[in-house]
């Protein structure tokens, strides 16, 4: 165990260029978080009100604790475990919040792998043209045949996870950034394109007052808690992930500016979602409905209405399979490098034994609509539970001891250091900002609104 700061003499795999960076910290923001949480969650929980709500939690919170884990990442240049243990000045454990990545890794995967397996399913699917039925009862029927068949469930979610550990298999350069570079300006491209259909039609307007109009009245503290878990979520952090990637970065590397791209970035993408999807379903007069059942049942209907709408809908499924596959990479590393780093296996055996712990780990919820359907925890699936204990409780908990950890164990001025890339960007006035919100603001306001929404105070 424990060979990760010394393998100094074998050069460690990185991002090679500075769009490299970027196109993989977006390619694990972006997911299936913008297509299949953000829009409905928006619109269900009250449009611009709950997208004021998500942006102060995303400016306030969100953004210092990426900004953190980045900078340690790439301080320690290690994976998770060993970068805190060798950053933390004290002998406190800061090391478990490594651990505890690893834990939410598993978690988020387990449920996140059924939902890209669908998506992948439903490539195939619209390929073929058999989901192409403008009957939203024939398209539920379909995904229902899909998600009940418990082999059918369980192959699908192999094969995601194969090719998944295919591309880490080579390496972080030539897999992750390699891949991550040629899907993203891709994914923008479709998604333009598909929003540009949907607004041109004519129910373009009540699809964006469903989205964007205030309702102030439906914030709730437990709604608070939902908009924050959705932006850790959403920028991956909380668990480590983007302090692993953060170990992969350049030394030259802008970390605050390139942490503000990829917010921005992974916003336009959710919105640009939303915009996509709600006008087509409110032109032809289908509810707005949240969850998989908007991805699967709603949108195959909508599509198969729009003129082309059978490309359409390939092109739909296939930017969905780009958007979850660059988020899936980021959340494999995570336990890949760490069994690799802290346990000496090689990166191969490393996936292969990541792979089939992941296999075990996500049948249950693959199962949880099938075989296990009956089995429920605290009146939740399998499925929801691992959905809802990762972003509302792992996550957060996650961001508040990342944040303590740089407030009052690393200090200011090892932070500015960091930052400032050991002084060559001017940026200290900055750093003191993100500072002062990571020592009092985030892990305070993170608090509060988990015990509050959590129904704990
Ligand atoms: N950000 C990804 C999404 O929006 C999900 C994710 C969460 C990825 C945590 C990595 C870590 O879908």
New binding site residues.
Partial sequence: MGQGTNSTAKKRDGFSSSFGVLAATLG???????????PSLTGAHGGAGFLLVYLLSTLLIGLPVMIAEITLGRKAKANPITALQTLAPSALPWWLIGASGVA??FL?LSF?SEVVAWVFAYVAKALGGSILSSSPEVTQSAFSALISDPLQSLLWQWGVLAFIGGILLCGVTKGIEAITKKLMPLLFLLLLLLGAVSLSLEGARAGLAFLFSPQFDKISASVVLTAMGLA????????G??MTYGSYFRDDQNIPATAFRVMSA?LCVSLLAGIAIFPAVFTFGFEPSSGPSLVFITIPAVFSQIPLGHGLMVVFFVLTAI??T???L??ME?PVVILHERFGLARGKATLLTLMLLIVAGSGAALSHSTLAEFTVWNMSLFDLADYL?SNVL?PAGGIFIALFVGWSWGLDRFRQAVSNQGRLSNAALANVIFFLLRYVSPLLILIVMLRGLGLI
Wanted: hydrophobic share 60%; charged share 10%; aromatic share 14%.
């Fill in positions: 694990s923001a972006v997911g299936l978080g913008n297509i299949w949480k953000f939410a890794a988020i996140y850790f979520f959403k920028l991956s952090i909380g668990m992930t983007m992974d958007a979850a660059g988020a899936m980021s959340l995570v990762s996550l």
